[in-house]
């Protein structure tokens, strides 16, 4: 069942609400977590290589051959299950009218605790509601 033009209007207006608060959340709950079909690839390659390591030096009589291949293995599951690298931070601000704008670069240079960038969060809050 669609929903309705309101329902709409009111779901747009707390997703940008929500952007407004906190944009790093708002981007971590859009992010989706797909991963390449070319990542699974290598994966059950590494594993495939592995179990035949593992099989090969079990066979002969070589056990460094099959711990080789059991490393080469759990390598290769770790790797198709571990997440890829994101950027950090936001990826944009989406705007009142809905456009995303892209996020300004952050300076590195001042490197602050993380109590200070808290308070200053809260900060920023309070008088954003008030």
Do not use: C
């Not at 407004?20 to 981007?27: E, G, H, K, M």
């Not at 079909?37 to 059950?44: D, E, L, P, Q």
Request: aromatic letters at 6%; zero cysteines.
């Amino acid at each position: 069942m669609p929903l309705s033009e309101y329902e709409q209007r009111v779901l747009e207006q707390m997703e940008r609400a929500l952007t407004s608060d906190d944009p790093r959340l708002a981007n971590t709950l859009t992010q989706r977590g797909r991963r390449s079909v070319s990542r699974y690839v290598v994966a059950g390659l590494g594993a495939v290589v592995g179990l035949l390591l593992l099989v090969v030096g079990a066979a002969q009589s070589l056990p460094l051959l099959g711990v080789i291949g059991f490393v080469v293995m759990f390598a290769a599951v770790a790797f198709a299950f571990a997440n890829p690298r994101r950027r950090e931070g936001p990826q944009g601000v989406v705007q009142a009218d809905g456009q995303v704008r892209p996020a300004a670069a952050r300076q590195k240079s001042t490197h602050r605790g993380f109590m200070s960038r808290l308070e200053e969060r809260w900060d920023r809050r309070r008088e954003g509601g008030a």
